[in-house]
C-alpha cells in the first residue's frame, strides 16, 4: 500500500481496545493512529515496542509490526530491533513505573547512545495496572494502596533525567492536548537520534485528576508554559507573564508592565541549545511556583548509535576482511567435551 494513501483506519488494528473507560490511554492511541499515516512511512516499517503495565498493551492496538516485551526491558529489546534493522521506525511505549523503576538503567543507556527510537512515557503518577501503588513520579506524601501514610520519596522528573542522560530530542505534552502532542510525535519522528516524549496521562481510577490542576481549560494559560523554539517564554491569560533568568543562573516568573519589566527581559528559548542547563532548569518547573512547561525541550545533532556501529563495522571489514564464523569456533585453545 503507498504510505501516502494511508488514513487512521489503516493503523487500527482488530484487537478490542481494553483500558478503562476514560482512561487517558485513549487520547494518545488516537493521536498516534491520526499522525502516522501523515510521517509517509509503511506500515511494514514501522514497530511498537511496549515493557509491562497498562501503556504496554499499546502494540496490540496498531496495525503495525509490535513486540509486548519484559518489564523494563522495552529499551534493551528496541535497541536489537533498530540495530539489527535501521530502516525501521521503532516507537517504544513506557510508562512511570515501567520505565523508571525497574527499567531505570535500560532508559538511561538507550538515551545516552542515541539510537534513533522514538520513547513514548505515559506518566499517570501512579501504579495503575497493579491497582494504586506509587510510582517512582507519584508526588511527595502521595496516599496510595502502598504508602497509606504518605511517600516520603521525592518524586523523579523524567524529563531531568532524560536531559541528564544526553537525549537530543525531550519533549513534554498531556494526553488530551492533541494538537500540541500531534506536533511533538511528527518532530520527533523527523529527529535523527533518540526522542524522549513525557506524556502526562490521567488514569481515572487509581490517580483521577492528577494533571487536571494545569490541565483544566479554566485554568490552562496560567499555568501552563508552552514552549516556541526563538520565541520568549511568555504565558498566561493576558500574555503578561514571563520567565526570566537570574544572575546567579535561576529562572523567575515576571510580569510585563510592572518594575520596569519588558518583553526584552524575557528568556528566550532556543531547543538548539548544545548546553543543556537551561533546559534541565525548565525541566524542573512545576506548578504553583511556576508554569509548567510543554513542548520541546531540546533537539540538538548528534549522530546515531546505529551509524556508528555500522560505520565502525564497515571499517573493520574493510581492514580484516568479513568474518568467518567456523574459524572463530576453532581458533585458540579448543576442548572437546
Not at 49 to 57: A, E, F, L, N, V
Not at 58 to 85: D, E, L, Q
Not at 254 to 272: C, K, P, R
Request: hydrophobic fraction near 35%; include cysteine.
Amino acid at each position: 500500500m503507498n504510505p501516502t494513501t494511508l488514513t487512521k483506519a489503516d493503523f487500527m488494528s482488530d484487537q478490542e481496545v481494553r483500558w478503562c473507560p476514560g482512561c487517558g490511554d485513549y487520547a494518545i492511541l488516537s493521536q498516534v493512529q491520526k499522525t502516522l499515516p501523515t510521517l509517509g512511512i509503511p506500515r511494514e516499517n514501522v514497530v511498537f515496542i511496549s515493557g509491562i503495565g497498562c501503556s504496554s498493551r499499546f502494540p496490540y492496538y496498531m496495525n503495525t509490526y509490535g513486540m509486548h516485551t519484559i518489564h523494563g526491558r522495552a529499551p534493551a529489546i528496541a535497541s536489537g530491533v533498530k540495530i539489527c534493522n535501521p530502516q525501521l521506525s521503532v516507537w517504544v511505549i513506557t510508562g512511570d513505573g515501567d520505565g523508571f523503576s525497574i527499567g531505570g538503567n535500560h532508559m538511561i543507556h538507550i538515551l545516552r547512545r542515541n539510537l534513533d527510537v522514538n520513547i513514548i512515557l505515559f506518566n499517570n503518577r501512579i501504579y495503575g495496572l497493579t491497582k494504586g501503588q506509587y510510582s517512582p513520579t507519584s508526588e511527595f506524601h502521595k496516599k496510595t494502596k502502598s504508602s497509606p501514610f504518605g511517600t516520603v520519596e521525592h518524586p523523579i522528573h523524567p524529563l531531568s533525567v532524560a536531559i541528564a542522560a544526553e537525549a537530543t530530542f525531550v519533549a513534554r505534552a498531556f494526553d488530551t492536548d492533541a494538537k500540541n502532542l500531534s506536533y511533538i510525535l511528527k518532530r520527533a519522528h523527523e529527529h535523527k537520534g533518540v526522542s524522549f516524549i513525557e506524556v502526562y496521562q490521567n488514569c481515572n481510577i487509581f490517580n483521577d485528576g492528577a494533571y487536571r490542576h494545569i490541565t483544566e481549560k479554566t485554568v490552562r494559560a496560567d499555568r501552563i508554559l508552552y514552549l516556541e523554539h526563538g520565541k520568549p517564554m511568555i504565558f498566561g491569560k493576558e500574555r503578561n507573564k514571563g520567565l526570566r533568568l537570574r544572575p546567579d543562573a535561576s529562572l523567575e516568573v515576571v510580569t510585563i508592565g510592572e518594575n520596569g519589566i519588558t518583553e526584552n527581559d524575557i528568556l528566550v528559548h532556543d531547543e538548539t541549545r548544545k548546553e543543556a542547563s537551561i533546559a534541565f532548569l525548565l525541566s524542573q518547573l512545576d506548578y504553583p511556583e511556576f508554569p509548567v512547561p510543554m513542548g520541546v525541550f531540546r533537539c540538538i545533532q548528534k549522530t546515531p548509535y546505529e551509524e556508528l556501529l555500522e560505520d565502525q563495522i564497515t571499517a573493520c571489514q574493510e581492514k580484516f576482511g568479513k568474518g568467518d564464523l567456523e574459524k572463530l569456533f576453532h581458533s585458540g585453545d579448543t576442548w572437546t567435551v
